[in-house]
């Protein structure tokens, strides 16, 4: 009896649906394999910058300024320079009334990105990480010795050697060079904000405080 030639080939057809059934299923399985592979590997990138109970004030309610300066640096620079000829004036926290040295860099920070620095140029030199002079990006913050104390003095870094800053009583807002001979030698050192601070339990607990009155502020606005 003659075999259909269909019927014979029924067999091949069905071996060839299960075969590639098979790598179907198998490229799946190794597609969503890989897919939760590289979900893992971003929830462990995330769980080694993302903030513990434990982890320091800046980690823990403002770590996301590393991205922020690093994307609104133009942003930053741009609104220190709208203060070029703010007059200095000591324990000045606005530009309307004035600011000394650190609270115009604070002023900076908190007005363009929300991220609330301390208010001693002595407390800023213990946020982020140390960097070198040869290392120096738009946005890190520089440090001088002008009262024969460390981290007396402080300053934003604009770029081609130059910092933005409130020198003293006198004077206003204005841009300077690093290179100076005045600016050289009491250069003190240079930190960059990625989350990290070495503040106090106490110096920690008052900036944490002020914060919180501060959103509380602006939900009543």
Known sequence: MPIDKHVGL?????????????????SLANTAANIAEEAANKETARAEIRPDNN???FARFTYQVVDSVSAKTEALINEAMQLIGVRYRWNGDSSQSGL?????V????????????PPKSSQMS???????????EPGDLVFFN???LTFSHVGIYVGDNKFIHSPSKGSAVRVDDLASTYWDKRFDGARR????????????????QEAKKLRIKAREL
Do not use: W
């Open 100 to 104: 000394d040295a650190s609270g115009f």
């Open 10 to 26: 029924l067999p091949f057809k069905f071996l060839a649906i299960v075969v590639l059934g098979f790598v179907s299923s198998l």
């Open 126 to 136: 213990k946020v982020g990480k140390p960097i070198t002079r040869e290392e120096l």
């Open 146 to 148: 002008t009262m024969r």
């Open 106 to 117: 604070r002023f900076v920070f908190r007005d363009k990105l929300g991220f609330l620095l």
């Open 55 to 57: 982890s320091s004030y």
């Open 193 to 208: 904000l990625d989350g990290s601070d070495q503040l106090s339990s106490s110096e920690r607990n008052a900036l944490i």
